[in-house]
Nanobody
Framework: QVQLVESGGGLVQPGGSLRLSCVASGSIFRLYDMAWYRQAPGKQRELLATITVVGTTNYADDVKGRFTLSRDSAKNTVYLQMNSLKPEDTAVYYC???????????????WGQGTQVTVSS
């Protein structure tokens, strides 16, 4: 089994910053792309940012220039640095990883449980 555990969420004032972490563990033979999504109440889950094994990143227009995704491959961890937060950034933030397990034929997507981010004064 593969587990993804997110941390770092919380309550922050508009204009503030948070740093989310996501650690992948378990039966990992190879860890491929990782990504962050978020889901606000009543809305669909949306992709925020992705990072490849070599560190290439892509961002949604909504967060480009404010959020930075980085990766520590030695620790199977990704970090999402979120700056200039706005009330509309309030959501549950989810981490996703593409993982090939030792017994798997093909890589599969694995998700974390999510961490709440609330931006409010």
């Amino acid at each position: 089994q593969v587990q993804l555990v997110e941390s770092g969420g919380g309550l922050v004032q508009p204009g503030g910053s948070l740093r989310l972490s996501c650690v992948a563990s378990g039966s990992i033979f190879r860890l491929y792309d990782m990504a962050w999504y978020r889901q606000a109440p009543g809305k669909q889950r949306e992709l925020l940012a992705t990072i490849t094994v070599v560190g290439t990143t892509n961002y949604a227009d909504d967060v480009k220039g404010r959020f930075t995704l980085s990766r520590d491959s030695a620790k199977n961890t990704v970090y999402l640095q979120m700056n200039s937060l706005k009330p509309e950034d309030t959501a549950v933030y989810y981490c996703k990883a593409v993982v090939l397990t030792p017994v798997g034929r093909n890589p599969n997507d694995y998700w974390g449980q999510g961490t709440q981010v609330t931006v409010s004064s």
